[in-house]
C-alpha cells in the first residue's frame, strides 16, 4: 500500500515500514516551548535527571506569550525559561529585541526545514507543514522527554486528501481558505487525521500556506501539510543551514478521504463565534458592528498580512468607535514594515501597532475586550472568553477582512474600501 | 473508582477548562481553582474528589496547554468520559496521569448528577444510578505501558537512567 507525505516522512524516521494505527517512537529535529508550556516542561524534565539536553542546537525556546512582560507572575515564568537555556546552554534562546512569535520565527531563522519532523509545545507548531515537514503540537511532558531523550512517540496518522485547484481571487488570501475548509469539515472534520493539500498550489504563496497549515488544529488535525515546490524553496534556499530531504506522497497512497476545492470560488470567510467552524462567505456576514480589530498572530503577522492591511489603509482612516491593534508577528517582519513605510501608513491611519507578541489572541494582554465587546480578529480561534471576557465576541477573518472592518467600523467587504 | 458525573457538551475547549489569563502560573493549586470557570462558575464548589467528567465529541480541543488536564486532576476529577478526545489533550492526559476513557454510548447516556464506576482493568463503566453498562475502547498496548508507569516522565526514566 502506498503512503501518504505524513506516512513516508514517519516511516523514514522509523526506518521500517508503518502503518496507519502503528505506534511508533522516532527521533525529532526540532523541539519547541514557548513562556506558559516550557515552566511546566522544565519542572517535568528535571524530574527525569538526565544531566543534558539531548542536543543543545534541538531545542528552541521561545518566549512570546505573555512578552514583553505584562505581570510578575509572567516575569517569573519566563525567568525560568531564561534560566535554563543559560545552564542547559540552549542555543535557540529568542529574547525580547530578537523574538517573534514562535510559529513565524523558526521557519523564518531557517530551524524547521522540509522533511524534519518538529514537535511544539504550542498547538500552532502545525504551521511549519507549509514547508513539508511533519510538525506537530504536543503538551509540556512530550516537550520534556523530547529534551531529554530526542524522541517523541506517535501515532500514524490517516490522511485527508485536500486537492487543490484554480486561483485566488482578488482580496482572498489562505485564511479564507482555511476558514471555508473548517467550515466544511468541522472543528473535528479532521481528528487524528493528517490534512494533506496537494494538486496545483502554485498560487498560494509561502505565507498562504503558513496560515492554512497554521489552522489544520482547529480541524482537529495531527499536521497539515503542502507539498514541495518551487514555491518552498525559494523560501527555505538562504534560511536552511543544513541539508534537508524532500518528500513526496506515493502515487498509490490511501486517503480516508479527498476534496477537490477550486480556490477561484472561494470567498472571504468570517468565522462568528463560537467556533471556527461557524463560517460564512463575506456577502452572508449581514450588519456586524465591532469595537476592536487585531491583525497579527501566528496565524496572520507575516509580511504578506502586513502588505495587504496597508494596502487598504493607506490614505484611510479608522472608524473613530474602532480600536486597530497591528502586530507583526516577528522583528525582521516588524523592521521590514518599517523600511516599506507600512508602519508610518497604520500610525497615520489610527492604528497601535505592536512589538511581536501572542498577546491579544490568546487574551493574555495587549487588547482584552470587555463584557458584550465584539472583535474582528486574524487570529485563530473565537472560544468562548478567548479574547477577553465570556460576554465577548471574536470573529475570525483574513487581514484584508479586518483592515476592511477597521475602517467602517461594521465586518466589512475589501470590495467596500478599496 | 466510583464518583458524582458533571456534564458538558461537544467541543469543551483548552479556553474554558482554563483559561488564558491564568496561565502566568504552573501552580496546579492555583490552576485548579479556576478549573473551568469560564463554562461552569459553580465548577469548583460542587467538584468533589473521584467525581467524573462526562462530556461530548472533541473533548479538550485548542491549545495544547498542559495546565487544562494538571487543572482537571488537581481540582480532584479521578477520570473524563468522553465521545471523543482532540488529541493533544488526548496525550497530554495520558502523558500526566489523567485517566480518559473513549465511549460515545457512556458519554450519550449518563447524565449529570449520576454516580458512576469506572473499572481500567477492564474498561467497563457502570452508570450505577440508572444500572447500565458499557465498555469503553482499550488502550493501545504501548499506551497500556505509559499509564502503567505512572506517565511519560517515568516512563523515560526507565529508560534513560
Redesign the interface.
Known amino acids: 500500500m502506498g503512503l501518504t507525505l505524513t506516512q513516508k516522512i514517519l516511516a523514514y524516521k522509523a526506518g521500517y515500514e508503518v502503518k496507519p494505527g502503528d505506534?511508533i517512537e522516532i527521533d525529532v529535529d526540532m523541539v519547541l516551548g514557548n513562556d506558559?508550556?516550557s515552566?511546566?516542561a522544565i519542572?517535568?524534565f528535571l524530574?527525569?535527571?538526565?544531566k543534558e539536553v539531548f542536543d543543545k542546537e534541538k531545542i528552541a525556546l521561545v518566549p512570546d506569550?505573555?512578552v514583553p512582560n505584562?505581570?510578575i507572575?509572567?516575569a517569573e515564568?519566563v525567568n525560568i525559561v531564561r534560566k535554563f537555556a543559560r545552564e542547559y546552554g540552549i542555543v535557540n534562546f529568542f529574547e525580547v529585541g530578537q523574538m517573534g512569535i514562535e510559529h513565524a520565527l523558526l521557519p523564518e531563522k531557517g530551524l524547521v526545514l522540509p522533511g524534519d519532523v518538529v514537535i511544539?509545545?504550542?498547538?500552532h507548531?502545525c504551521t511549519y507543514g507549509a514547508i513539508t515537514c511533519f510538525s506537530t503540537?504536543?503538551?509540556?511532558?512530550?516537550m520534556?522527554?523530547a529534551m531529554?531523550?530526542g524522541k517523541a512517540?506517535f501515532?500514524v496518522p490517516e490522511a485527508i486528501k485536500f486537492n487543490l485547484k484554480g486561483k485566488l481571487g482578488k482580496w482572498v488570501s489562505g485564511k479564507d481558505v482555511i476558514l471555508y475548509i473548517i467550515g466544511m469539515i468541522g472543528?473535528?472534520g479532521a481528528?487524528?487525521k493528517s490534512m494533506e493539500f496537494t494538486g496545483d498550489i502554485s498560487s498560494l504563496s509561502i505565507d498562504d500556506r503558513f496560515t492554512i497549515a497554521n489552522m489544520a488544529?482547529e480541524a482537529?488535525a495531527?499536521n497539515g501539510i503542502f507539498d514541495y515546490d518551487e514555491i518552498t524553496e525559494a523560501y527555505v534556499l538562504g534560511r536552511a543551514k543544513r541539508n534537508y530531504k524532500v518528500f513526496k506522497a506515493d502515487d498509490d497512497a490511501e486517503y480516508v478521504k479527498t476534496y477537490d476545492i477550486d480556490l477561484s470560488m472561494i470567498k472571504p470567510q468570517v468565522a462568528f463565534p463560537h467556533?471556527p467552524e461557524n463560517t460564512k462567505s463575506i456577502d452572508d456576514v449581514g450588519s456586524v458592528k465591532i469595537d476592536q480589530v487585531v491583525i497579527g498572530s501566528c496565524t496572520n503577522g507575516r509580511l504578506q498580512d502586513m502588505e495587504v492591511t496597508y494596502e487598504i489603509l493607506k490614505g484611510k482612516k479608522v472608524h473613530p468607535d474602532v480600536r486597530l491593534i497591528i502586530f507583526p508577528a516577528t522583528q525582521d517582519i516588524y523592521l521590514e514594515c518599517v523600511r516599506r513605510g507600512y508602519i508610518e501608513e497604520f500610525i497615520k491611519a489610527g492604528a497601535a501597532v505592536s512589538t511581536p507578541t501572542c498577546g491579544p489572541c490568546?487574551?493574555?494582554h495587549m487588547g482584552i475586550l470587555a463584557k458584550g465587546e465584539r472583535a474582528i480578529s486574524t487570529t485563530n480561534?473565537n472560544?468562548?472568553?478567548?479574547m477577553g471576557h465570556?460576554e465577548s465576541e471574536v470573529y475570525l477573518a483574513s487581514p484584508a477582512v479586518a483592515a476592511a472592518s477597521a475602517i467602517k467600523g461594521y465586518i466589512a467587504s475589501p470590495e467596500e474600501v478599496a | 473508582m466510583e464518583g458524582k458525573a458533571i456534564k458538558y457538551g461537544d467541543?469543551v475547549?483548552t479556553?474554558?477548562i482554563i483559561?488564558?489569563?491564568f496561565?502566568?502560573?504552573?501552580d496546579p493549586k492555583e490552576l485548579a481553582s479556576h478549573c473551568m470557570e469560564?463554562?461552569d462558575k459553580n465548577f469548583k464548589d460542587k467538584v468533589k474528589p473521584g467525581d467524573i467528567m462526562v462530556a461530548g465529541?472533541?473533548f479538550g480541543?485548542?491549545?495544547?496547554?498542559?495546565?487544562a488536564?494538571?487543572a482537571i486532576k488537581e481540582s480532584g476529577i479521578s477520570c473524563v468520559i468522553a465521545k471523543?478526545f482532540?488529541?493533544?489533550f488526548y496525550?497530554?492526559a495520558i502523558?500526566?496521569g489523567l485517566p480518559i476513557l473513549e465511549c460515545p454510548e457512556a458519554a450519550s447516556s449518563i447524565e449529570d448528577g449520576d454516580i458512576v464506576s469506572v473499572d481500567f482493568e477492564t474498561g467497563v463503566i457502570k452508570d450505577i444510578t440508572k444500572g447500565i453498562e458499557f465498555k469503553s475502547q482499550p488502550f493501545?498496548e504501548?499506551?497500556k505501558k505509559i499509564i502503567e508507569c505512572g506517565?511519560?516522565?517515568n516512563y523515560?526514566?526507565e529508560?534513560?537512567?
Do not use: M
Not at chain 1, 137 to 142: E, P, V
Not at chain 2, 23 to 26: E, H, I, P, V
Open positions: 505506534l506558559v508550556t515552566p511546566v519542572k517535568e524530574k527525569i535527571g538526565v506569550h505573555f505584562k505581570d507572575k509572567s515564568q511544539g509545545a504550542d498547538s507548531t503540537g504536543i503538551g509540556s511532558t512530550d520534556a522527554c531529554a531523550t512517540w501515532k472543528v473535528d481528528l487524528y488544529i482537529g495531527k467556533l490568546l487574551g493574555g480561534r472560544f468562548v472568553g478567548r465570556t | 467541543n475547549d479556553d474554558v483559561p488564558a489569563r496561565l502566568n502560573t504552573s469560564d463554562l465529541d472533541n480541543c485548542g491549545s495544547s496547554r498542559e495546565h488536564p494538571i471523543s482532540a488529541r493533544i496525550r497530554n502523558n500526566i493501545p504501548f499506551i506517565g511519560l516522565v523515560v526514566k529508560k534513560v537512567v
